[in-house]
């Protein structure tokens, strides 16, 4: 720790205050905000209208981005996969996805997970700390600078870590990304996704927000679920599925439920009729995700055509349904493949 204002902590009007507290006029704090989350510029050498003094205050007193690029990797499809070191000598990894017309980042909120889903890559290195909330927004800084050209339009929160775990810091993350002096991304433009920590979804759905909420269910019976995810034993179905009612009920948003689909495990017809079951009455869609390989030896990815045959069973059961062609699987960079190194395990990371 250097003592320096670790300014990303802070909602932009929070850092109004403490460079006014400074003697700074309020035009000159605006002109400041501006040239880092407009602009995503953190070298104040750079911020060439504020006075010569306010950048030597700002070259000595604030740290601006908490996340320092470690590695970086180009997939064929155009993702970039980043390594975010931190300031402790963890990193996790995140990923800048390109659509024609549209660009998202795909950020991560904790160092590891405890959730140990037995198909994610994310959680094998273990646990080992939240992300603060310079940290989250740390990597929205480093994925505008990465597309200087275009805007940075989406924000899905579905890399390394559980984000409800992490909420008090996730939350205020999303006022910031959201705040018009901020980055001024629209809710509706973002996307939290959980493993099913029931409690948490009816706090996330009490902010009042417009934010989207996708729930990795990933099976239709606590028996499968249990065997797949650890979370199924604390929160089951039953819990789960009434917090998403309630979600619902409150902000009037569909959900998306996603479903990784694992050869032989999850995927037959009577999966398919139980997940309508499951679902119905409940505004949503499922996303199939068919699983990517993640260092996880007892699963397999479904063939084409089983995926196709699953979504046309829920498709008759009159659930919406859309797969997920991950992007980035060629660099480790698809939905289960980031992953988290702590500062004794670094080793085989995307440098190496
Ligand atoms: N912890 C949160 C955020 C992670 S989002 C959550 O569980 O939702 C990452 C998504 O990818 C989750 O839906 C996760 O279950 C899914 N996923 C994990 N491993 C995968 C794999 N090997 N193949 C495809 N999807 C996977």
């Not at 990797?73 to 990923?95: F, Q, R, T, W």
């Amino acid at each position: 720790m250097n003592g320096k204002i670790k300014i990303l902590d802070f909602t932009p009007e929070e850092t109004r205050r403490v460079l006014e507290n400074e003697g700074w006029v309020p035009y000159k704090c605006g002109q400041f905000l501006e040239w880092v989350y407009r602009k995503a510029v953190i070298d104040p050498n750079l911020m060439t209208d504020l006075s010569l003094d306010m950048r030597e205050f700002a070259r000595n007193r604030i740290d601006i981005c908490l996340v320092e690029t470690l590695a970086e990797k180009i997939s064929a499809d155009g993702s970039v996969k980043l390594l975010c070191g931190l300031h402790d000598g963890e990193a996790v990894e995140i990923v800048l996805i390109k659509h024609p017309g549209r660009n998202t980042l795909c950020l991560s909120t904790q160092a590891g997970c405890r959730y140990g889903c037995s198909f994610c890559a994310s959680s094998k290195s273990g646990f080992s700390r939240n992300l603060s909330v310079g940290e989250i927004i740390s990597q929205v800084v480093a994925a505008k600078r990465m597309f200087p050209a275009g805007r940075l339009n989406n924000i899905v929160y579905m890399g390394v870590g559980e984000p409800l775990d992490n909420f008090k810091n996730v939350a205020k993350s999303l006022d910031i990304i959201t705040s018009k002096s901020g980055f001024n991304i629209g809710q509706r433009k973002i996307t939290v996704s959980t493993c099913g920590i029931a409690p948490q979804i009816i706090k996330f759905a009490d902010l009042g927000k417009q934010y989207e909420l996708s729930v990795s269910l990933h099976a239709p019976s606590d028996e499968t679920r249990n065997r797949i995810m650890p979370v199924n034993k604390k929160y089951p179905l039953r819990e789960l599925m009434g917090a998403c009612a309630y979600f619902y009920k409150k902000t009037k948003r569909e959900i998306t439920f996603e479903y990784v689909l694992l050869k032989d495990v999850n995927d037959s017809e009577l999966d398919a009729e139980n997940l309508a079951g499951l679902i119905k009455g409940l505004k949503s869609k499922v996303n199939v995700i068919p699983y990517n390989s993640s260092l996880c030896a007892e699963f397999a990815p479904p063939d084409k055509d089983a995926v196709k045959l699953f979504c046309d069973r829920l498709s008759r059961l009159m659930v919406k349904v859309t797969v997920r062609h991950s992007r980035g699987s060629d660099i480790g960079a698809a939905c289960g493949q980031l992953r988290f190194f702590n500062k004794n395990t670094k080793t085989g990371h995307i440098g190496e």
